[in-house]
């Protein structure tokens, strides 16, 4: 009996659904002709809105770039040369090439004329619980930095972020702080922050209490549960002076698997923006098109019949976004980490951020034979996802080749 083949071949893997899309096959840019977005106008055609990020004193358009899917360096100058001045990045970002792109760039422009933010995962972190442990260190955080630094090309950062944190305990880890505490007082960082996509008020709160964090980078959108929590401790936030910097305002950008039912972008954006305590929001813009859409908004920023219909659709719509709410936890007799690996499915199918992904769902360590000694799946969902059929059709993507994605 012949073995069954547990890797997807390269024509089995490009008719998969698991990508079947362009633009995520390697060579592809995803996104239009260089120059095709840019015209003589320049920033003048753009009537910008602007906050000021809390006692940080910065000036921000209301909208900023998200650059962690762009791989295109004209697309970050097209934002450039249209007034959008914030880019947001991380040390993880295609494996550092993200900051190495943006550093070619950013040698272009002169340093006064753009605000720049990286973001530094702490190691250690038990991804369960959001703890870290004795792999936490200073020195840690400080060699990513310093890594980070090279590939920007930079002498300093404008905001330099403690990457994805869920929990006030992780929040305040004093190695963290001591860390950062340094960056600053060297110069190399003119303030500090935290991101955040899960169990958001709790690390918001501890943001506050810290008296360290200047900015909060924190998941804001229309099908977050806890939203009433959200926008009083984002009120406590703004009222105490801290930047409030929203990101995810798509809630996972497509409404189905097949990416047939997109959220409409716009309406989205306007939806999270009408919180005047939202300083900026970080958009992921892969395309000229996207941008010259999301650029619209500045044009009426009130949403229109259609657009609130949209919303309420995409409300009341299970869609791809998975709140982490956490109340699976205990419901899989396997113990998996459900909500990462339900972020994991919303990075293939949503927002085709296939390394990420893979990346994420490595990092859990699950077994080869993952679901398939239960003949019922106890986990209930309280947004009502097939948690096992979700769960078995993303842990595919570890049999597709590193090589097979951008």
Request: glycine share 6%; aromatic share 6%.
């Amino acid at each position: 009996m012949k073995q069954k083949k547990t890797t997807l071949n390269r024509r089995r893997f490009l008719k998969s659904t698991l990508l079947g899309a362009s633009g995520i096959v390697a060579g592809a840019t995803g996104v239009k002709a260089q120059g095709t977005f840019l015209d003589s106008a320049g920033k003048d055609s753009v009537k910008m809105i602007y906050r000021t990020l809390g006692n940080t004193g910065i000036k921000l358009p209301i909208l900023s770039m998200g650059v962690m899917r762009a791989d295109n360096p004209n697309l970050v100058r097209a934002v450039l040369d249209k007034g959008i001045v914030h880019l947001d990045t991380a040390h993880v970002y295609q494996q550092g090439r993200n900051e190495e792109m943006l550093g070619e760039v950013l040698k272009d422009y002169p340093r006064d004329s753009f605000v720049l933010a990286t973001k530094i995962a702490a190691a250690g972190k038990d991804r369960k619980t959001g703890m870290y442990n004795e792999e936490a260190t200073e020195e840690d955080f400080l060699n990513k930095f310093d890594i980070s630094m090279k590939r920007l090309g930079l002498d300093y950062v404008d905001i330099l972020y403690h990457h994805s944190v869920s929990t006030r305990e992780a929040a305040l880890h004093e190695p963290i702080l001591a860390a950062m505490k340094k960056v600053k007082e060297s110069g190399r960082a003119r303030h500090l922050g935290i991101s955040t996509h899960k169990n958001e008020p709790e690390v918001i709160m501890a943001a506050i209490d810290s008296g360290v964090y200047e900015v909060v980078l924190t998941s804001y959108n229309f099908k977050q549960e806890h939203i009433k929590e959200m926008e009083e401790l984002i009120r406590k936030a703004s009222d105490a002076g801290l930047g409030v910097i929203a990101m995810k305002t798509m809630a996972g950008g497509f409404l189905d698997k097949e990416r047939n039912q997109p959220v409409n972008a716009k309406a989205a954006l306007k939806w999270a923006l009408k919180n005047p305590n939202i300083h900026t929001s970080i958009r992921g813009f892969t395309s000229f098109d996207q941008l010259d859409d999301d650029l619209s908004i500045f044009e009426d920023m009130e949403l229109t019949e259609e657009e609130k219909k949209d919303i309420l659709l995409a409300q009341t719509s299970q869609g791809l976004y998975c709140t982490a709410c956490e109340d699976c936890l205990d419901q899989c007799k396997k113990g998996l980490n459900i909500p990462d690996l339900m972020r994991a499915y919303m990075y293939t199918y949503g927002y085709r951020e296939l390394t990420k992904a893979k990346e994420l769902v490595a990092d859990l360590n699950l077994p080869a034979d993952i679901c398939s000694a239960c003949v019922v799946c106890t986990v209930h969902c309280t947004k009502g996802f097939s948690v096992a059929d979700k769960v078995k059709d993303v842990h595919r993507i570890l049999e597709v080749p590193s090589d097979f994605i951008v």
